[in-house]
């Protein structure tokens, strides 16, 4: 059977149509809202668990959305931690800073990898506060849990603290305690000012939203804040699909 020419008969047309629509119908019907399970699935098949860090550098609006960009971070969520005030809230946060908890695949990338990140997406020598932002919650902190990332994160403060000859670095390094998640109106902050990436997710209910890596990867597109090459292919995709007239953006 050939679709060009006279060999097809209206019917099988007919027949095709039908089952194309039915298809698409389908396809559509289940695509309405798409529950972000791919992060599920990785960490399921994959033997070795999650780890998770956590660091403090200015704005957790800014924050979460520096590090959910990158590849390996599976999750990310704003709140409160480094201080010792019990519930903290937003404008009551007591001693706490400003921080983002990152929960990632130690095989895709490492704690080293992060404090990498973490030093060149703030200005670790400003004094309680990134730009505009002034204030003891936007301290500059590593959080570390056990021998070996206190090393390297004192490895790097070394680092750092040599390549900033003439000024202090202000960063503090303790060791990761409780951390306390921010309101859900400060999850996913950016990817939130933002109703047409959310539209494109399929509107997800905020608890899917705070655990959806794509979510988390948006959240940084949304921010700018990823690097110029992922902006670049998720600008790409957004594209395709608006030229497609398909609606759910399912992975990036
Ligand atoms: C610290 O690391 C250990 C071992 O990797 C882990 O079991 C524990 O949950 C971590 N603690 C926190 C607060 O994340």
Redesign the pocket.
């Known amino acids: 059977m050939t679709f060009s020419g006279r060999h097809v008969s209206l019917p099988y047309l007919r027949i095709i149509y039908s089952v194309v629509l039915i298809i698409l119908t389908a396809e559509k019907a289940v695509s309405i809202r798409f529950p972000d399970q791919i992060s599920e699935n990785v960490k399921a098949s994959s033997n070795q668990p999650l780890?998770?860090a956590v660091f403090a550098l200015g704005s957790f609006w800014r924050s979460e959305a520096v590090f959910g960009c990158l590849d390996g971070v599976v999750r990310t969520t704003a709140g409160y931690a480094g201080g010792s005030k019990a519930n903290p809230e937003y404008r009551s946060w007591g001693d706490h800073a400003e921080s983002v908890q990152i929960e990632y695949n130690p095989r895709l990338i490492t704690f080293r990898q992060l404090l990498e990140v973490f030093w060149s997406s703030h200005d670790s020598r400003q004094v309680f506060g990134q730009g505009p932002d002034v204030g003891n919650q936007y301290r500059s902190i590593i959080f570390t849990?056990?021998t070996e990332e206190l090393r390297l994160a004192a490895v790097s403060k070394d680092r750092e603290q040599t390549a900033s000859k003439s000024s202090i670095v202000t960063t503090q390094i303790q060791q990761?305690?409780k951390?306390c998640p921010a309101e859900p109106e400060h999850q996913k902050f950016e990817l939130k000012r933002n109703p047409f990436l959310l539209q494109l997710m399929g509107n997800l209910p905020e608890d899917e939203l705070e655990k959806s890596t794509l979510a988390a990867k948006l959240n940084g597109f949304a921010a700018e804040l990823c690097p110029p090459k992922v902006q670049q292919q998720i600008n790409a995709r957004i594209e395709e699909i608006i030229r497609k007239g398909w609606p759910i953006l399912r992975e990036v």
């Open positions: 780890k998770t849990n056990g990761l305690g951390f």
